[in-house]
């Protein structure tokens, strides 16, 4: 191979990082799209004819392919904090006086930045070298997503500085601008698949991809705010220096950024980004504010959850106004008329809105809205936008009430639709691109009548439909049969039982192990589980009742749906290893009682307090033994509290966490 080879090869990987930096993260290309396809493809065509000149940093090779596993958990070298919030004036000078006086200082000095609404991520770069990315998770474990990062242009797989940090976390938000969702959605439509309701979720939609060719597609960008753990290397003593050093580095950083000094510039700061918002070309919910000095911020420390030194200052949620244009229902997948109206499409909150639910008959009538009104639309983060009110004194005479009807034409075959799209969705079987759309052509083309029948749609049906290639039908085929290995809290939320949501899934499977034992329990047997309360129990009683969903789930493993069983909590002993003491007069019932009910539920009864007890039950005149609770700091229950633990005693961690805050707050 001849050696130039190899230095043009290097020479291309600098020049196309190099642009890609001015593109991606300047905002300010040099050179035309096809001059710069032309320098990939050269360098594609170097690399295919000489595999040994491939590196792993090659902006080659930002697209991986398909990941054989699920997101490995990754543990933070440093917690991921959040943020406290202010949403008022007052609550942002409190901050600052607080924050004042702990520094003994009159004025602060803070940088301002932008809340950007995204999704918060970490970047590990060792010697230089992006070697991990993960998502924020609870704050302590986050998913490994470095595949799917390296896919952003935005994010430099090397850093640019002479002598990089042995190691350095960046850790900053990904997400997608107003230009890249509404080009994203607009895909999505044409090919039939789910649009995202908002930038938020199409981000956290893009990056959870197995496939990094998938999120490689997605218009993704990042913004860094912060340094995160960092070894062999002293970061600058200010946060808005730290920012500048990782804008020289090669990270995309807000261009909003700004320092200020004291409450008064702050304020102004939120001002003009509160006034500038809607057009900056993308969501931001607030803004920030963080002590610069990084002495300062180590002085002021953390508590539990968020930094001391730092605060978001949120907006409220925006409002617009749009003409109703008509109100319609929509039939929910059990069986429910929701009336909708359907608006002029507005931009409210950074996402385009067209229509807002209405929720009920009732709520139509307080809220008194007509076809043709001017409403205002209101829309607060990931929350569905919602009509605050109608401008009466605009009020057209042309403006017709709705009347709600009691049932629609189709209204079994809407249904039906509804409850087939909820079983293929994300957190339910997941079957990847069954869109909205195939699922309405399936059932109106009598292919499927419920999910059960998805597992037996054919090559050659499919390929039948129009707009359906061969490709995507094979696609579409393998993804129901991976469906069809799935796990009892995914299929318990996908069958779509009344108010079953996914946490009661959760805990309906962990109780029970089996879908058998959740089939024959009685009401007061599901009343047992955390959280279920005799209306949820009557729903899924009531759903098992039915032979045809009974005929539904075995059709549904017939056809090969399956997963695993586990072994359930054991219903006899769920205080099985608690030390229980009793103190002071109960009302309800008599010690004895008290002592035989708890010992049937598997806890020891004991007479005297130490740090192994795991609950202290206090009742009328209780002496030193509460005393002596409350200084182990072992939970204290009251006799309402007791009596909820007999209930529910499968519910105990619940019932204590829901006590413990109660003397806390008490105390
Ligand atoms: S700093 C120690 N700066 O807001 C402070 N966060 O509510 C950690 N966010 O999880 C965060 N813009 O996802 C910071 N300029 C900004 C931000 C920002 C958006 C997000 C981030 C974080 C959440 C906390």
């Given at each position: 191979?001849?050696?130039?080879?190899?230095?043009?090869?290097?020479?291309?990987r600098?020049?196309?990082n190099?642009?890609?930096?001015r593109?991606?993260?300047?905002?300010?290309p040099?050179?035309?799209?096809a001059?710069?396809?032309d320098l990939?493809?050269?360098?594609?065509?170097?690399?295919?004819?000489?595999?040994?000149?491939?590196?792993?940093?090659?902006?080659?090779?930002?697209?991986?392919?398909?990941?054989?596993?699920?997101f490995?958990?990754?543990?933070?070298?440093?917690?991921?904090l959040?943020?406290?919030n202010?949403?008022?004036?007052d609550?942002?000078m409190?901050?600052?006086?607080?924050?004042?006086t702990?520094?003994?200082?009159e004025?602060?000095?803070?940088t301002?930045?932008t809340?950007?609404d995204?999704?918060?991520?970490?970047?590990?770069?060792d010697?230089?070298?992006?070697?991990?990315?993960?998502?924020r998770?609870?704050g302590?474990?986050?998913?490994?997503?470095?595949?799917?990062?390296?896919?952003?242009r935005a994010v430099?797989?090397?850093?640019?500085v002479?002598?990089?940090?042995?190691?350095?976390?960046?850790?900053?938000?990904i997400?997608?601008?107003?230009?890249?969702f509404?080009?994203l959605?607009?895909?999505?439509?044409?090919?039939?698949?789910?649009?995202?309701?908002?930038?938020?979720?199409?981000?956290?939609?893009?990056?959870?991809q197995?496939?990094?060719?998938?999120?490689?597609?997605?218009?993704?960008?990042?913004?860094?705010?912060?340094i995160?753990?960092?070894?062999?290397?002293?970061?600058?003593?200010?946060?808005?220096?730290?920012?500048?050093?990782?804008?020289?580095?090669?990270l995309?950083?807000?261009?909003?950024?700004?320092?200020?000094?004291?409450?008064?510039?702050?304020?102004?700061?939120?001002?003009?980004?509160?006034?500038?918002?809607?057009?900056?070309?993308?969501a931001?919910d607030?803004?920030?504010y963080?002590?610069?000095?990084?002495?300062?911020?180590?002085m002021?420390?953390?508590?539990?959850?968020?930094?001391?030194?730092?605060?978001a200052?949120?907006?409220?949620?925006?409002?617009?106004?749009?003409?109703?244009?008509?109100?319609?229902?929509?039939?929910?997948r059990t069986?429910?008329?929701?009336?909708?109206?359907?608006?002029a499409?507005?931009?409210?909150?950074?996402?385009t809105v067209?229509?807002?639910?209405?929720?009920?008959a009732?709520?139509?009538a307080?809220?008194?809205?007509?076809?043709?009104?001017?409403?205002?639309?209101?829309?607060?983060?990931?929350?569905?936008p919602?009509?605050?009110?109608?401008?009466?004194?605009?009020?057209?005479?042309?403006?017709?009430?709705?009347?709600?009807?009691?049932?629609?034409?189709?209204?079994?075959?809407?249904?039906?639709?509804?409850?087939?799209?909820?079983?293929?969705?994300?957190?339910?079987?997941?079957?990847e691109?069954?869109?909205?759309k195939?699922?309405?052509q399936?059932?109106t083309?009598d292919l499927?009548?419920?999910?059960a029948?998805?597992?037996?749609?054919?090559?050659?049906s499919?390929?039948?439909?129009?707009?359906?290639?061969?490709?995507?039908a094979?696609?579409?085929?393998?993804?129901?049969a991976?469906?069809?290995?799935t796990t009892?809290?995914?299929?318990?939320?996908?069958?779509?039982?009344?108010?079953v949501g996914?946490?009661?899934?959760?805990?309906?499977?962990?109780?029970f192990?089996?879908?058998?034992?959740?089939?024959?329990a009685?009401?007061?047997?599901?009343?047992?589980?955390p959280?279920?309360?005799?209306?949820?129990?009557n729903?899924i009683?009531?759903?098992?009742?039915?032979?045809?969903?009974?005929?539904f789930?075995?059709?549904?493993r017939?056809?090969?749906?399956?997963?695993p069983?586990?072994?359930?909590?054991?219903?006899?002993?769920?205080?099985?290893?608690?030390?229980?003491?009793?103190?002071?007069?109960?009302e309800?019932?008599?010690?004895?009682?008290?002592?035989?009910?708890?010992?049937?539920?598997?806890?020891?009864?004991?007479?005297?307090?130490?740090k192994k007890t795991?609950?202290?039950?206090?009742?009328?005149?209780a002496?030193?033994?509460?005393?002596?609770?409350?200084?182990?700091?072992?939970p204290?229950l009251?006799?309402?509290g007791l009596v909820a633990?007999?209930?529910?005693?499968?519910?105990?961690?619940?019932?204590l966490?829901?006590?413990?805050?109660?003397q806390?707050a008490?105390?």
């Amino acid at each position: 191979m001849p050696e130039s080879d190899a230095a043009r090869a290097a020479r291309l990987r600098q020049l196309i990082n190099h642009h890609d930096h001015r593109y991606y993260v300047l905002d300010d290309p040099e050179i035309s799209d096809a001059a710069y396809d032309d320098l990939l493809n050269e360098l594609k065509g170097l690399e295919a004819a000489h595999p040994v000149l491939m590196t792993s940093d090659s902006p080659t090779q930002r697209v991986g392919g398909k990941a054989a596993h699920e997101f490995r958990p990754v543990q933070h070298p440093r917690p991921m904090l959040s943020l406290d919030n202010a949403f008022t004036v007052d609550d942002f000078m409190n901050f600052d006086r607080r924050v004042a006086t702990r520094l003994g200082v009159e004025v602060v000095s803070y940088t301002a930045e932008t809340k950007l609404d995204g999704l918060a991520v970490s970047l590990l770069y060792d010697a230089g070298v992006l070697v991990r990315a993960a998502t924020r998770g609870d704050g302590e474990t986050g998913e490994e997503v470095t595949d799917n990062v390296r896919t952003i242009r935005a994010v430099p797989l090397l850093l640019h500085v002479k002598q990089p940090p042995a190691l350095l976390e960046v850790r900053g938000e990904i997400y997608l601008d107003e230009i890249g969702f509404a080009a994203l959605n607009r895909r999505q439509l044409e090919r039939g698949e789910k649009t995202f309701a908002n930038p938020r979720n199409a981000a956290a939609g893009s990056l959870r991809q197995l496939d990094s060719k998938i999120t490689a597609s997605r218009p993704l960008t990042m913004v860094c705010y912060a340094i995160g753990a960092c070894d062999g290397w002293d970061p600058p003593d200010s946060h808005f220096e730290c920012l500048q050093w990782l804008r020289a580095a090669g990270l995309r950083v807000s261009p909003e950024t700004s320092r200020v000094q004291g409450a008064a510039a702050a304020l102004a700061y939120y001002e003009a980004m509160a006034t500038r918002r809607a057009t900056l070309g993308y969501a931001i919910d607030g803004v920030v504010y963080k002590v610069d000095s990084r002495d300062a911020q180590a002085m002021l420390g953390q508590a539990a959850k968020a930094p001391r030194w730092a605060i978001a200052f949120k907006f409220p949620p925006e409002e617009r106004a749009t003409r109703v244009l008509d109100i319609d229902v929509q039939v929910g997948r059990t069986g429910a008329l929701t009336p909708v109206a359907r608006l002029a499409p507005v931009v409210v909150g950074g996402v385009t809105v067209t229509n807002a639910t209405l929720h009920n008959a009732d709520e139509l009538a307080r809220k008194d809205v007509r076809i043709g009104d001017l409403v205002i639309v209101r829309r607060a983060g990931d929350v569905i936008p919602e009509i605050v009110r109608v401008v009466l004194d605009q009020r057209p005479s042309t403006a017709t009430r709705y009347g709600m009807p009691d049932a629609v034409p189709d209204q079994a075959r809407a249904q039906r639709i509804q409850s087939i799209i909820h079983f293929a969705s994300r957190r339910a079987l997941d079957i990847e691109g069954l869109g909205d759309k195939w699922v309405e052509q399936f059932v109106t083309l009598d292919l499927i009548k419920d999910a059960a029948d998805l597992y037996h749609l054919t090559l050659e049906s499919l390929v039948a439909l129009e707009r359906l290639g061969e490709k995507s039908a094979t696609n579409l085929l393998a993804a129901i049969a991976a469906s069809k290995q799935t796990t009892l809290p995914r299929l318990l939320y996908g069958i779509g039982i009344k108010e079953v949501g996914e946490a009661t899934a959760h805990v309906l499977a962990e109780q029970f192990g089996s879908l058998e034992r959740i089939m024959q329990a009685s009401c007061a047997e599901l009343e047992q589980v955390p959280d279920v309360g005799p209306i949820v129990a009557n729903h899924i009683h009531a759903y098992f009742a039915l032979a045809e969903h009974r005929e539904f789930l075995a059709r549904l493993r017939i056809a090969g749906v399956h997963w695993p069983n586990t072994e359930p909590r054991k219903a006899d002993s769920p205080l099985a290893g608690w030390t229980v003491v009793l103190t002071g007069t109960l009302e309800s019932l008599t010690r004895d009682d008290a002592t035989a009910r708890l010992q049937a539920v598997g806890a020891k009864v004991s007479s005297s307090v130490s740090k192994k007890t795991s609950v202290v039950v206090v009742g009328i005149d209780a002496g030193s033994k509460a005393v002596k609770a409350r200084e182990l700091k072992v939970p204290i229950l009251d006799e309402a509290g007791l009596v909820a633990l007999l209930a529910k005693p499968l519910a105990a961690t619940s019932i204590l966490d829901r006590h413990a805050l109660r003397q806390a707050a008490a105390e």
